[in-house]
């Protein structure tokens, strides 16, 4: 059974960091790109980050460039998006995605940047 299963998120103030991480299960972890999306109250899901499965190439959204990073550990079957310089505008809930053959999503973990 496939799962992805994310985990992470909470409150945290203007400036603090989180780290979000993406447990995988039930496919090849290491043949798959993975990717974090985001979705505010009243807005479309967007990119935030992807990773490549081969050489972990990495791509961000603009918004997200310097402050997010993401990673991915094929020996855990776990992705990473570490996230400083949180912002109010930073929230929403979090999901990851698995591309390749096929196309998996997580259940999402919500981050709410308030003071």
């Known amino acids: 059974q496939v799962q992805l299963v994310e985990s992470g998120g909470g409150l945290v103030q203007p400036g603090g960091s989180l780290r979000l991480s993406c447990a995988a299960s039930?496919?090849?972890?290491?043949?798959?790109?993975m990717i974090w999306y985001r979705q505010a109250p009243g807005k479309e899901r967007e990119l935030v980050a992807a990773?490549?499965?081969?050489?972990?190439?990495?791509n961000y959204a603009d918004s997200v460039k310097g402050r997010f990073t993401i990673s991915r550990d094929n020996a855990k079957n776990t992705v990473y998006l570490q996230m400083n310089s949180l912002k109010p505008e930073d929230t929403a809930v979090y999901y990851c995605r698995a591309a390749g053959i096929q196309v998996y999503w997580g259940q999402g973990t919500q981050v709410t940047v308030s003071s």
């Open positions: 039930g496919f090849t972890f290491s043949s798959y790109a």
């Open positions: 990773i490549s499965s081969a050489f972990g190439s990495t």
